[in-house]
């Protein structure tokens, strides 16, 4: 609002300055002045909706009210220094910006026809030099779309004197004026259009915030001005727009601004406090009066801002109550999860998937589910399917990472992966296991949230990139046509065989001394054009590499059984002869395009295919929803350091079972804590702050202690094996569909769930095998007699008995399927090893009981089955008739009086 002044009163002065002019007066003298004036007429604004497609949700029904809202007036963009008649053509079209229709009256047209025409310093405007020019500054610095055709929009003084110099230009008039524009819009916003997402903009919250957005609890954001550019970008937050509020770097929901503006700290009230920290935390204090409450949350609200400057390089380091703010209000959750962009549980949509037919030989991969699986997305053309994506995030929920390989830079790898993705499902693409090795092999990305994340790349030394500048410069054949430190490319001259100007090339690279294992000569392509290329490493060599950035950047340890390719290159099967490749066993009648997608239907089995009222949970979801831990109040940051010493003691000892697999023993304690230091290092950097629970604490004494107990949990570790010498592997995924059925037998719905065995051993019985699922436990020892009513531990033996009848050894569908003959299920903790022997009575009540938990969740969640739907609407047909008998008993008692 204050921008908007501000603009209208320099432009008013421009005005008046330009009347001394000879250009001016003439434009004014071909006006014709009269004494009884009339309103110019300005802009009419049409809000279009957008009608993007709609994804099949079970959410609540709409709210019954009506939301307000309060929309900027969008104007027509003018150039400056445009010919009069240019504007005024440009003026009479209709123009369509961001899907607003914008209806605007002819130029010349007369509202008033019984008076003369009033003075239009719009029209002595748009023949103003120097306005135009003052609007493209004003455009360029305020990314607004303002144009000639609608300063009436701006200022408007018709009706007033007939002199511009005797406005009245105060700061009441021009604010009164201004109030009654913007009571005049509010009147009419009677509701909130839904506008396309991808022009949403983003709202940032840390991941502490998650549990108060959606109780609602938080419905504004206030974000400090430090200089004109913040004030630029923070003033594109107004009324009516789409904000993405995102906490813990994921989209959680699409919401709307409603009220947004500036003002000094000091000047904050007791409501805009409670809107961004909560009820709760703005409560009065014992003893604490209105001013003493404000002046609280003023300190508390300049610490916050004081200690996020300190860790900006360009932020203000003087904050005081003078500093200006802005104050965002939005739509809360429980009003905007009703909008068409929200639902309360985001569910797959339910379509029809293509019939594959899966090889005899992938059929038992949805119960042994790899760990790593690689994606040659050269079987591909310029887009992956979004069916593919979707079943991807399913398996990367059970714990799956999965890995493009592609020769394409990492920015046609992200092209690819939106090119067959709805724009509003775009944020549903789940990535949190989700890596692409790019530039044939030389670049290693994953994604924090939706933003991709350099990992690890290759490149040239500086000595190495003047060898082959050399090299190339002595290779007479060829010019050089892209000369960068990752890559050198060289088309060949007229005439020239590209194979002979690789051999070549090559043959220059050994003569100037380049060594061997540090490059790659192949032929590629560049803008259309065949080269040779020199690169650090292709897909194939980047095998081992790529294992080993895994471990040090996503604390994969896994061994090559737990891989999983779907290639055609033989190179690259060549250099993991351990892992499962599935494109040879692919039947001959499938194309080579539904390779991958074959691949996933043989991991998801029956769950590729949705249905309504499929409800996902793991283990941790299910107990926190037991215990009312994941719908209640966040923990924050107390337990940070707690899960960054389980981690660490999780990946230490998961290297050490990679390395027993390896080399048939475990390696020394000594190397496992140096792991575990390393890791530790690695991860703190990454974890920001706010880690530690009081004050002066360190975090080298927290080290100590997980250092501690990882020494007792070897050495129980070191017993394990030598009872069950077999080492299946660690953090293994399994992915269940239950079926469920009614007292006739007749399917209703299916609970999915998730969970990863942190260590599975075996030993050879008589009649097979018997199998030892453990999971590490950094934490305190719980008593013994919880064991038996732990939910972790009865559904992994739930997992253990509905998908290991058969199991491979080593953990791989490529070897003999075995007998699972016994199961035993125990827990590793820093004081010992604890498990509990599991009868049929505990399982029987176990099922019963988790059917019950999962129905729970399905209400809680709005996830209904068609059965819970049809009694839903049953105990609604009730409830109705029920309201209707008593009114009409009602109704005959008043006609008897």
């Known amino acids: 609002m204050t921008t908007n002044i501000m603009t209208r009163v320099l432009l008013s002065i421009i005005i008046a300055v330009n009347a001394a002019s000879p250009a001016f007066a003439r434009n004014l003298a071909n006006i014709r002045v009269g004494t009884n004036l009339s309103p110019v007429s300005g802009l009419t604004v049409m809000g279009g909706v957008n009608n993007s497609g709609q994804t099949l949700t079970l959410a609540a029904p709409t709210l019954g009210s009506v939301l307000p809202t309060l929309a900027p007036t969008t104007l027509p963009t003018t150039l400056s220094g445009a010919a009069p008649q240019a504007v005024s053509a440009r003026s009479a079209q209709t123009p369509n910006i961001g899907g607003t229709r914008i209806i605007e009256s002819a130029p010349n047209q007369t509202i008033n026809a019984a008076g003369p025409t ?31 055709s609608g300063l009436n929009t701006l200022f408007d003084f018709s009706g007033k004197k007939n002199a511009l110099n005797a406005a009245d230009l105060s700061d009441d008039a021009v604010n009164a004026e201004v109030d009654t524009k913007v009571q005049e819009d509010a009147k009419e916003d009677l509701r909130i259009v839904p506008e396309d997402e991808d022009a949403a903009l983003d709202l940032w919250f840390g991941k502490t915030n998650k549990d108060k957005l959606f109780n609602s609890k938080i419905s504004a954001s206030i974000r400090p001005i430090n200089n004109k550019g913040s004030e630029r970008f923070w003033g594109q ?12 770097g994921r989209v959680q929901f699409i919401t709307r601004i409603v009220k947004s503006y500036t003002r000094k700290i000091k000047d904050l009230s007791l409501d805009d406090y409670k809107a961004y920290y909560g009820s709760r935390t703005t409560a009065k204090k014992a003893g604490e009066g209105d001013a003493k409450q404000l002046a609280r949350l003023e300190r508390k609200l300049l610490a916050e801002i004081k200690w996020k400057s300190d860790r900006k390089l360009n932020a203000p380091k003087v904050i005081s109550n003078e500093m200006k703010v802005r104050v965002l209000n939005f739509l809360p959750y429980n009003q905007a999860r009703d909008l068409p962009d929200n639902g309360i549980e985001k569910t797959p949509a339910i379509r029809d998937r293509k019939d594959l037919k899966i090889p005899a030989t992938l059929k038992e991969l949805h119960r042994l589910l790899p760990r790593l699986v690689l994606f040659d997305l050269r079987l591909y053309g310029d887009r992956i399917p979004f069916d593919v994506l979707e079943d991807m995030g399913k398996l990367q929920k059970a714990g799956m990472t999965f890995v493009f390989l592609s020769d394409k830079t990492q920015e046609e790898v992200e092209k690819m992966i939106r090119r067959d993705t709805p724009a509003h499902q775009q944020n549903e693409i789940t990535r949190w296991k989700m890596l692409s090795l790019s530039n044939d092999g030389n670049t290693l990305y994953g994604f924090s949230g939706s933003f991709e994340e350099l990992k690890t790349s290759s490149q040239f030394q500086a000595d190495q990139q003047e060898i082959i500048k050399r090299a190339a410069g002595a290779t007479t054949q060829g010019v050089v046509v892209t000369d960068r430190r990752y890559m050198l490319q060289m088309r060949g001259k007229k005439g020239v065989d590209l194979e002979a100007l690789k051999m070549t090339f090559k043959a220059q690279l050994v003569r100037f001394g380049m060594p061997q294992d540090s490059y790659r000569v192949t032929l590629g392509d560049h803008d259309g054009t065949p080269v040779v290329q020199v690169r650090p490493t292709t897909l194939a060599h980047a095998m081992d590499k790529l294992i080993t950035d895994l471990q040090v950047h996503e604390g994969l340890y896994l061994n090559q059984e737990h891989i999983l390719t779907v290639t055609e290159d033989p190179a690259i099967m060549a250099a993991l002869p351990g892992a499962k490749h599935a494109a040879p066993d692919m039947p001959k009648t499938t194309d080579r395009a539904d390779y991958i997608e074959t691949a996933l239907a043989a991991m998801l089995a029956s769950y590729r295919i949705n249905k309504v009222g499929d409800l996902a949970a793991s283990a941790s979801s299910m107990k926190s929803f037991k215990y009312r831990q994941l719908y209640g109040a966040g923990n924050g940051f107390e337990y940070r350091i707690y899960m960054l010493m389980g981690h660490v003691g999780h990946a230490a000892l998961d290297w050490a079972v990679m390395k027993y697999n390896e080399d048939g ?28 629970e009081r004050a002066r604490e360190t975090n080298l004494g927290y080290r100590d202690a997980m250092e501690a107990r990882m020494f007792t949990m070897y050495e129980e570790l070191q017993r394990t094996f030598d009872l069950y010498p077999i080492a299946l592997g660690t953090e293994l995924p399994n992915l269940m569909v239950v079926d469920r059925f009614n007292k ?25 095998l018997e199998v030892f699922v453990t999971d590490f436990k950094t934490g305190q020892t719980p008593a013994l007699q919880h064991m038996s009513k732990d939910l972790q531990v009865l559904l992994y033996d739930f997992f253990s008995r509905k998908l290991w009848y058969t199991i491979n050894a080593p953990y791989s569908v490529a070897h003999k399927l075995q007998t699972v003959v016994s199961r035993v299920v125990a827990f590793i903790f820093p004081r010992g090893m604890q498990g509990k022997v599991i009868n049929e009575f505990d399982r029987l009540t176990f099922e019963k009981t988790i059917n019950l938990l999962m129905l729970r969740m399905r209400k809680h969640s709005g996830n209904l089955t068609e059965e819970m739907m049809e009694k839903e609407r049953k105990k609604a047909e009730r409830e109705a008739r029920k309201e209707l008998a008593e009114a009409n008993k009602k109704k005959k008692k008043s006609e008897k009086k």
């Open 665 to 692: 023993k475990l390696p020394p304690f000594e190397d496992t804590v140096k792991v575990a230091r390393e890791i530790w290092i690695r991860e703190q950097i990454d974890v920001t702050t706010n880690m530690l």
């Open 118 to 148: 009033a003075p239009s310093y719009k029209d002595a405007a748009a023949k103003s030099e120097t306005v135009g020019q003052t609007l493209a500054v004003v455009h360029q610095g305020r990314g607004k779309r303002i144009g000639i």
């Open 744 to 768: 006739l037998g007749e399917p209703t719905h299916r609970d999915i769930f998730r969970g990863l065995f942190d260590l599975v051993v075996a030993k050879k019985v008589k009649g097979g």
């Open 237 to 248: 937050y107004q009324r009516k727009i789409p904000i993405r509020i995102i906490a813990g």
